[in-house]
């Protein structure tokens, strides 16, 4: 199996451990990733919030490498990275002055042929029982929330991806892991996405919701499978605790290093030293 | 508050949302399920309901002065429940390129608008976010105001960097890609053609 990687701007800065157990995990699977070259920003929150034209554009840069390398199939891990190629490639396929438009722009002709997939949607598509068959450690101390967040599942008639109210495919990976899923009402809320640096208080307030709800459902862990979701749950943690005069200490991994790991990696392979909050003790 | 309702800015102020792709305002019903479910509501001056009847009523500066259109954090919880399937997050975007555009951002909201100038400033120079320029851009618009505000962010924002690079987790230097003046010339031509479009 191989397939295009993009691996979008968090993934080669704050969000490295997603870069580094994503290759690690697919390398375990034998799925093989063919990064796209000279791949650009795609504009995230700050283009679709400030100019639409420009929110299309730049994904559809993208989109266009893509297609030139031949890739008809490209991993994008970040939810909202995906969330921002799958939704110029919808709009340019519904609207042929768009699509014109945007060529120019980009000075490259995109014919509409890339599918973009998330982590989650390539396990499914790798399938639940092959993965089964390439677990080497069964996470067994593991009680985990699943979080999905925004973007990996909304809006439904864009990303057409799993359940927009009570999506599963995170549970259904983590189970063939051997790991706990618990049922928690907090899945598909939201943690307050790029407004980490802008909006602290906004974040600080969404997340602790969140963890307060995983750990009162019985979880030891939270994964997720958005560098955003992380940097709000783990890196701000100790800002949360010190907001709410709380001492929490709640793991976050991205579910691409408990794949990682379950398959056989060791805990730096896997990135698990780049947390904020320890995330060894669930390990040992 | 009073506001005076003419009917000439009811049917514009409709139009030129359709017109920018924020759908159809009439289709509203003002069920109220899109606040009933915004995760972000307690932080907002204005409804998400209320922003879709305000627009109705035609109250342009009202609507594009909101603390709500920029405390909005595009998580498409209305859009996935609405059920006339009217596209509120979209509507939002369309709202805050016009309170941008015309300068009407809401003072209580400059710091987004200050990061996502931050954040496309780094693209259009790099092709690729250089997350310590960009931090560093944003710290020294906001620090002064921050300060003044709440010090003990900055402290966590510096405790939080520091981490980062302990972790490696920062680039010194940004990763500058080959094409980044293909990406410099994506900003340039989008400029060029919305100029044209307002002249228009």
């Known amino acids: 199996m191989k397939v295009g990687y993009y691996p979008g701007c968090s993934l080669e800065g704050t969000a490295r451990e997603f870069d580094i157990s994503v290759r690690k995990s697919c390398g375990l699977l034998g799925i093989e990733l063919e990064e796209l070259d000279d791949w650009s920003c795609c504009g995230a929150t700050a283009a679709h919030n400030t100019d639409h034209l420009l929110s299309i554009a730049l994904p559809a840069r993208n989109l266009a490498l893509a297609e030139r390398q031949g890739l008809d199939q490209v991993l994008s891990p970040c939810a909202a990275c995906s969330n921002r190629l799958i939704t110029a490639h919808r709009e340019m396929e519904e609207n042929e002055e768009l699509r014109g438009a945007v060529e120019a722009i980009i000075e490259m002709s995109y014919s509409g042929k890339v599918r973009v997939l998330n982590y989650l949607g390539l396990i499914l598509s790798f399938g639940i029982d092959n993965l089964r068959a390439k677990v080497r450690r069964e996470l067994a101390n593991f009680k985990v929330a699943c979080y999905y967040g925004c973007l990996l599942v909304r809006p439904p008639k864009i990303v057409e991806f799993d359940d927009p109210e009570d999506p599963q495919s995170m549970d259904k990976i983590l189970t063939a892991l051997g790991a706990e899923v618990v049922d928690w009402e907090y899945k598909v809320e939201c943690c307050g996405g790029g407004f980490t640096i802008s909006d602290p208080t906004l974040v600080e307030t969404l997340a602790h919701d969140i963890i307060r709800n995983a750990e009162t459902e019985g979880a030891n862990a939270i994964s997720v499978s958005c560098p955003l979701c992380h940097a709000n749950l783990d890196m701000k943690q100790s800002a949360i605790n010190a907001r709410f005069h709380e001492k929490r200490n709640m793991p976050v991994y991205y579910v691409s290093e408990l794949v990682a790991l379950a398959c056989g990696a060791t805990p730096e392979e896997a990135g698990i030293n780049k947390h904020f909050v320890d995330s060894y003790a669930l390990i040992r | ?200």
């Open chain 2, 1 to 200: 508050m009073t506001a005076k309702i003419e009917q000439a800015s009811i049917e514009s102020l409709a139009r030129e949302v359709e017109l920018l792709g924020g759908g159809r305002v009439a289709d509203c019903y003002q069920c109220g399920k899109c606040s009933a479910g915004c995760p972000v509501v307690s932080f907002m001056d204005m409804l998400p309901h209320q922003v879709v009847r305000y627009i109705q009523l035609g109250l342009r500066d009202e609507v594009l002065t909101s603390r709500t259109i920029w405390v909005c954090a595009s998580c498409q919880t209305c859009t996935t429940r609405c059920p006339k399937e009217f596209d509120i997050a979209e509507l939002m975007d369309v709202l805050r390129a016009l309170s941008y555009r015309e300068g009407k951002v809401s003072v209580s909201q400059k710091d987004k608008l200050t990061f996502h100038r931050a954040f496309l400033r780094s693209v259009e120079h790099h092709g690729r976010i250089f997350e310590l320029g960009m931090i560093q851009n944003f710290k020294m618009k906001t620090a002064a105001k921050q300060a003044i505000r709440d010090p003990r962010v900055l402290m966590q924002d510096a405790m939080m960097g520091k981490g980062m690079l302990f972790k490696n987790k920062l680039r010194l230097m940004p990763d500058t890609i080959k094409g980044k003046s293909q990406v410099k010339g994506i900003f340039d031509r989008v400029r060029e053609l919305e100029k044209a479009e307002v002249k228009k």
